[in-house]
């Protein structure tokens, strides 16, 4: 009696196969959309690094926040853009506002600077962008 030996997959381990590979791209896709969003957001808060730092020169400086971004030696906000930020623009009294395109879902946040002895300290949990795209430190 000749034995014969099985060559390949059967259409169920087959179909199996492909069900796992389904049920792990119905998990990963969500979780990776969300992570390209948190990036997108910390462009905006890469892009005013440089408002933070002339505004902390400014108040180190003369002992006070600038009127506006130009007292300070900062661009207008609209020329301050990325991929997914359409404006960083500089108000009063420490205040930085960064404002997110649609492909972040829109909204902005608000980056608050506070004098203490040491220094400046910026806080960044307002504005209108959800908790769970900012970067944890600006989650309010």
């Known amino acids: ?9 059967t259409l169920i381990e087959l179909m199996i196969v492909v069900a796992i590979i389904g049920i792990l ?22 892009l005013a690094s440089g408002a933070k730092t002339a505004m902390a020169e400014y108040v180190a400086s003369n002992n006070e926040w600038p009127a506006d971004g130009s007292a300070a030696g900062i661009a207008d906000g609209t020329a301050i853009t990325g991929n997914s930020v359409t404006s ?14 649609t492909n972040v879902g829109g909204g902005d946040i608000t980056v608050q600077g506070t004098t203490t002895s040491g220094g400046v300290t910026w806080n960044c949990k307002g504005g209108s ?7 944890s430190e600006c989650r309010p």
């Open 1 to 9: 009696m000749k034995r014969s030996i099985q060559k390949g997959f």
């Open 25 to 46: 791209a119905a998990v990963a896709l969500p979780a990776y959309q969300d992570y390209v969003k948190r990036s997108r957001v910390s462009e905006g808060l890469a």
């Open 88 to 101: 960083v623009t500089v108000g009063t009294a420490g205040l930085i506002t960064i404002a997110y395109k």
């Open 129 to 135: 962008v959800e908790g769970k795209y900012r970067p």
